[in-house]
């Protein structure tokens, strides 16, 4: 069975600073999709960056990168210079698939709270 | 372009209630999916519709069901409500079933409060 783990409950980080937030997986799957979400107090999950097994290159959207060691199954999020509305709840998730390939389902960890001190 | 729209936002119930929870998902996309979150169970699947078919559905007992209808719209319907239904429920579509690149794009939920 495929699982998320993330095993930082909560984070704090000063404003303007690099942020890594830990998530490693495991399945036995060769194809696999990962994913990270930013969940403000407001409750709407916002789509990051994603990472397809097969990219050989670590995702990148702006701010935020995904260190992706795929022997060591991490896919770490980084924000750099870490801003105000920052803070929220971060989940890794992964793309579940079945016998028949890749499903429409997440597999999310339990996530990690982050804080950005002024 | 406007996202996916839930509602409603709000919602307080009594036990042994039902409830109908509703999501019009990104314009074009024709995959939508459920989630419910607890603190406790955090992100839990619950359904996962495509062109108006249940494609998988979650661990949930059978008061929890859902339907799509022809234009993409979903809803999820609880019936016999019990305390431990208090949740957020959040709703997801994307293009396509794999998501892909552009992932799923997430409603701002619907938070089911049961008394």
């Known amino acids: 069975a495929q699982k998320i783990t993330q095993t930082q409950p909560g984070m704090f980080v000063q404003e303007k600073e690099a942020v890594t937030l830990d998530c490693t997986y495991d399945t036995s799957d060769q194809s696999y999709g990962l994913f990270w979400?930013?969940?403000?107090?407001?409750?709407?999950?916002?789509?990051?960056?994603?990472?397809?097994?097969?990219?050989?290159?670590?995702?990148?959207?702006?701010?935020?990168?995904?260190?992706?060691?795929?022997?060591?199954?991490s896919a770490n999020l980084v924000i750099s210079a870490s801003q105000l509305g920052d803070s929220a709840m971060y989940f890794c998730a992964m793309r579940e698939r079945d016998g028949?390939?890749?499903t429409g389902k997440l597999i999310f960890g339990q996530g990690t709270t982050l804080q950005v001190k002024p | 372009k406007a996202g996916v729209t839930q509602t409603p936002r709000y919602l307080i119930k009594t036990r042994g209630q039902q409830v109908t929870l509703s999501c019009s998902p990104i314009s074009g996309h024709r995959s939508v999916s459920w989630?419910?979150?607890?603190?406790?169970?955090?992100?839990?699947?619950?359904?996962?519709?495509?062109?108006?078919?249940?494609r998988n559905k979650g661990n949930f007992p059978g008061r929890f069901s859902?339907?799509?209808?022809?234009?993409?719209?979903?809803?999820?319907?609880?019936?016999?409500?019990?305390?431990?239904?208090?949740?957020?429920?959040?709703c997801a579509s994307s293009l396509v079933p794999e998501g892909g690149g552009y992932g799923y794009t997430f409603g701002s939920g619907t938070r089911l409060t049961v008394v």
């Open chain 2, 66 to 90: 859902g339907r799509q209808f022809s234009n993409s719209r979903s809803e999820m319907n609880v019936s016999t409500l019990e305390l431990g239904d208090s949740a957020l429920y959040l």
């Open chain 1, 37 to 73: 979400y930013k969940q403000p107090s407001s409750g709407e999950m916002i789509f990051l960056i994603y990472q397809g097994s097969y990219d050989e290159q670590n995702a990148t959207e702006g701010r935020y990168s995904l260190n992706f060691q795929k022997a060591r199954k």
């Open chain 2, 35 to 54: 989630y419910q979150q607890t603190p406790g169970q955090g992100l839990q699947f619950l359904f996962e519709y495509f062109s108006e078919t249940q």
């Open chain 1, 100 to 102: 028949s390939g890749n």
